[in-house]
């Protein structure tokens, strides 16, 4: 069990770092009273381009039982956002007179998800 654990450890060690960074980042921050709007983008912009909170996700789904059901709960909405987000600019484009490019852009963002669904099927089988 702690060989299991220290493995897990030396796998994650560069996402534990970011994240502590991150966390001294937030407190500092809150400590001397900085903007909290910029400081909240300069995380998120942090964490997105070290990746921290994908390991932070793989370390979620590292729980028994329970986390993957939490990864799952998680990523849906991603998808919903992704495919209602198309809609609300294809109806502006489509006022705008741009009727062609609302086209190509839906078609690539069912593309993705169907990409994406599939990717996710032959994960599971694989």
């Known amino acids: 069990m702690f060989e299991r654990t220290r ?4 796998e994650y060690r560069i996402t534990f770092v970011f994240l502590v960074v991150a966390g001294i980042f937030i407190f500092v921050g809150l400590h001397f009273e900085w903007d909290k709007e910029i400081m909240a983008s300069l995380v998120v ?5 070290s990746h921290a ?8 789904a590292l729980i028994p039982f329970i986390g993957p059901l939490i990864i ?3 990523s849906i909405p991603v998808f919903w956002l992704l495919n209602a987000g198309g809609y609300f600019v294809s109806i502006l484009f489509v006022r705008k007179g741009f009727g062609s490019s ?4 839906r078609v690539l963002t069912i593309v993705l998800l169907v990409g994406v ?4 099927i032959l994960g599971k089988i694989i």
């Open 45 to 49: 912009l942090f964490g997105i381009i």
């Open 53 to 60: 909170f994908a390991g932070l996700v793989g370390l979620v």
């Open 72 to 74: 799952k709960v998680l």
């Open 7 to 10: 493995n897990i450890l030396v």
């Open 117 to 120: 669904v599939i990717g996710f």
């Open 102 to 105: 609302v086209v190509q852009g």
